[in-house]
């Protein structure tokens, strides 16, 4: 990732900050989403197609971690004459690696050991 779109990245995750005092090293948090990033796709480089995917999970980590508000509750239930649909309890249902399987998955490529 160059440093244009890493300042860029950098600068938004900083206005999403709800403490803007906050001593949170931003670079440390893209640096831990990066190499996530790399680590599972076996790419050596961010392509820029992925550049939201990246903003994306470092929210997640951000939030993960209580430096973000999480404001995406879980409806526990809803009833509607006599339909009644409930989504999740109070605990988180998913891994951080089950949200973002389906959009990482489409930029990884498998490492084929060479003959020889």
């Known amino acids: 990732m160059d440093n244009r779109r ?11 900050l709800l ?8 670079s440390l948090v893209i640096d831990r ?13 961010v392509p820029s197609e992925a550049d939201i995917l ?3 999970m470092a929210i997640r980590m951000m939030t993960d971690d209580g430096v973000l508000e999480d404001d995406t509750k879980d409806v526990k239930q ?4 006599d339909t ?8 988180r ?3 951080f690696f089950n949200d973002f399987y389906s959009r990482l998955i489409h930029f ?3 490492n084929i050991p060479k003959e020889g």
């Open 84 to 91: 009644t649909i409930t989504y999740a309890d109070d605990s």
């Open 78 to 81: 809803i009833k509607r004459g």
């Open 19 to 26: 403490n803007k005092d906050s001593d949170i090293d931003i």
């Open 108 to 110: 990884r490529t498998l």
């Open 33 to 45: 989403t990066v190499r996530y990033f790399l680590n599972f796709t076996n790419l050596s480089e």
């Open 6 to 16: 890493r300042s860029l990245l950098e600068s938004r995750l900083r206005s999403k």
């Open 54 to 56: 990246i903003y994306d």
């Open 93 to 95: 249902s998913q891994s």
